[in-house]
C-alpha cells in the first residue's frame, strides 16, 4: 500500500474515532441548547435594545468541528434595526478596529462625534441578554450567566455536566459593501464568491460586528471587530472535505499543544478558507499539510496569520510563541502514517 494512502487512512480513522467518542454527548448537549435558544429568543420582544434580533447557532457543535466532548456552543444574537450596517457609515480605526458613525443622529449611544459608543451597547445589550437568560427555564438545568470580553458566557448545568455558550450581540452586513479595507469580491475564489451570493439573497449576515476590541485605545469605547463566521459556516458546510482538514488540525492542536502556543480554531478556518483552491481534490492528509504548511509560511514570514478578507488584519495574537508554532507546524507537515498514528482520541 502506497503510503498516501496509508497516511489518509490513518487520518479518517482519527476523525472516525471522534466521532464514536465525541458526538453522540455533543449531539444530546445540542438539543438542550437548541431548547435553550428557541425559548431565548421568545423573550426578546420585553426588552427594547432585542426586538428584532434573531438568534443564530455557531461554534463547533454546529460546523462539525467538535474534537471534545465539552465543546463550546456559540450563539450569535443578530441585532434588529437600528442596529444594523446600513444605518452607519463604517470606518478603518487607526487600531485595525472598525468603528461605527450613525448616519442620523442618535443621542443615547453615540459619542460628541456622532460614533456609535459600541461598549454603552454592549454593556447594555448584556444586561438585557442577563435578564432574558433568568427568564429561560429548560427542564433539569440550572443556568447561569457572567459578561466577558466579547459575549455573555452562559454555563447550562445538566445532569452530564456543564454546557458552555457564548451569547455574542453583533450589527450585520448583509452585504459585502460598504465597508473600508475589504478585499474586493472578485478577488475571492469563485466557490466562496458563491456563497456570498447566496447569503445577499437570503438578506442573511455576510460580516458583523461586535464591541470586543482587546487591548486599551483612546477611543476604544467606539471600536469594533469584524467577523466572518455565517459565511465561513457556510463555506466549510458545502465543503466537508476541507472541513475535515480543519477538523483533524484542530484535533491534532489539542493533542500535541499547538493550541497553548496560540494556534485557535478560527486561524485554522480562516486558512483553509483562503487556499481552499488548492485543498479541491486532495486527500485528507495532504490537503492538511497544505494547512500546516500554509500557516507555517504566515507565521514565519510576518510573525502572524493574515485575515483575508480585510487588508492588513492581523489575527494572531502571541507574537513571541509564533516562531515556536511555525516550526511545530512545519514539523508535523512531514509526519508519515506511524507518526500520525501516535494521536488518537482519548
Keep these: 500500500m502506497a503510503a498516501q494512502d496509508q497516511e489518509t487512512q490513518v487520518a479518517s480513522r482519527i476523525l472516525h474515532r471522534l466521532d464514536e467518542s465525541v458526538l453522540p454527548s455533543v449531539k444530546r448537549n445540542a438539543a ?3 431548547d435553550f435558544a428557541d425559548l431565548l429568543q421568545g423573550t426578546f420582544s420585553g426588552h427594547v435594545l432585542l426586538r428584532g434580533a434573531t438568534v443564530m447557532h455557531g461554534g463547533s457543535a454546529y460546523e462539525s468541528l467538535c ?3 465539552d465543546t463550546d456552543f456559540d450563539i450569535t ?5 437600528p442596529y444594523v450596517a446600513r444605518n452607519f457609515e463604517l470606518t478603518r480605526d487607526t487600531s485595525g478596529f472598525f468603528a461605527l458613525k450613525w448616519r ?4 443615547f449611544l453615540s459619542d460628541k462625534a456622532g460614533f456609535l459608543d459600541a461598549k454603552a451597547l454592549q454593556q447594555n445589550l448584556f444586561d438585557a441578554l442577563g435578564k432574558c437568560v433568568g ?10 450567566w457572567r459578561p466577558q470580553l466579547a459575549a455573555l458566557l452562559v454555563e447550562i448545568t445538566t445532569q452530564w455536566g456543564t454546557i458552555s455558550m457564548d451569547l455574542v450581540p453583533v450589527i450585520a452586513a448583509r452585504s459585502w459593501g460598504p465597508c473600508p479595507d475589504l478585499v474586493p469580491l472578485s478577488s475571492l475564489p469563485a466557490t466562496l464568491r458563491e456563497h456570498v451570493d447566496t447569503l445577499v439573497r437570503n438578506c442573511s449576515p455576510v460580516l458583523s460586528f461586535s464591541a ?3 487591548g486599551n485605545h483612546s477611543n476604544g469605547h467606539r471600536l469594533c471587530n469584524i467577523a466572518f463566521g455565517m459565511l465561513e459556516k457556510n463555506f466549510l458546510r458545502a465543503n466537508p472535505e476541507v472541513r475535515d482538514m480543519v477538523r483533524l488540525l484542530k484535533f491534532l492542536s489539542e493533542y500535541h499543544g499547538w493550541k497553548k502556543l496560540g494556534l485557535k480554531s478560527f486561524h485554522l478556518k480562516r486558512m483553509a478558507v483562503k487556499y481552499s483552491a488548492e485543498l479541491k481534490d486532495k486527500t485528507l492528509w495532504q490537503g492538511s499539510k497544505i494547512l500546516l504548511l500554509r500557516t507555517a509560511t504566515e507565521l514565519q514570514s510576518k510573525s502572524n496569520i493574515d485575515g483575508f478578507f480585510v487588508r492588513n488584519q492581523h489575527t494572531f495574537a502571541k507574537r513571541d510563541s509564533a516562531a515556536e508554532l511555525s516550526r511545530a507546524l512545519r514539523s508535523a507537515s512531514a509526519w508519515d502514517a506511524a507518526m500520525l498514528a501516535t494521536a488518537h482520541p482519548q
Excluded: F, M, W
Design 104 to 107: 442620523s443622529s442618535n443621542p
Design 32 to 34: 438542550i441548547v437548541k
Design 67 to 69: 474534537v471534545k466532548k
Design 135 to 144: 427568564q429561560v427555564r429548560v427542564s433539569g438545568t440550572s443556568v447561569s
Design 212 to 214: 470586543a476590541a482587546p
Design 77 to 81: 444574537v443578530v441585532l434588529g434595526d
